[in-house]
């Protein structure tokens, strides 16, 4: 699992630096001999910010996270991408000794086409699935 945080000082290039840091990370940092999610936190979004990118894609035009999350799954490069988890700005609170909890919202894309896709892995966290 690899958890990325990304700033961008420029609006217009954020999701494209986003993007371009996940192909990097998906091709670099995983063996592809596995089923591998990408979790992503945007440091800019808050919980209301993340249900109303869901709610524009569920209702409306699909916004450009969404668009992009589709291209980046689609890629035969990216077979071993199962899923892509983006994460509103979070803060952790921890539960006992050894776990922790968040606030974040999630809002994931799976890649049921991926070689080592398995119906479980949609169990891994809560969240707005696209």
């Not at 919980?47 to 109303?52: F, G, I, S, T, W």
Request: net charge negative; proline share 1%.
């Amino acid at each position: 699992m690899t958890i990325l945080t990304i700033k961008s000082l420029r609006d217009d290039n954020f999701v494209h630096a986003v993007f371009e840091t996940m192909k990097d990370a998906a091709s670099e940092q995983f063996s592809k001999q596995r089923a591998a999610i990408l979790m992503i936190e945007l440091f800019g979004i808050d919980n209301a910010q993340m249900l109303q990118l869901e709610e524009q894609d569920r209702t409306d035009t699909p916004t450009s996270l969404r668009v992009r999350a589709s291209q980046f799954l689609d890629s035969s490069a990216r077979q071993h991408i199962a899923q892509v988890y983006f994460s509103s700005r979070q803060s952790f609170s921890q539960r006992s000794d050894t776990s922790f909890t968040s606030n974040a919202i999630t809002y994931f894309f799976e890649n049921r086409g991926s070689l080592f896709w398995n119906d479980c892995l949609s169990t891994i966290f809560d969240g707005l699935q696209s």
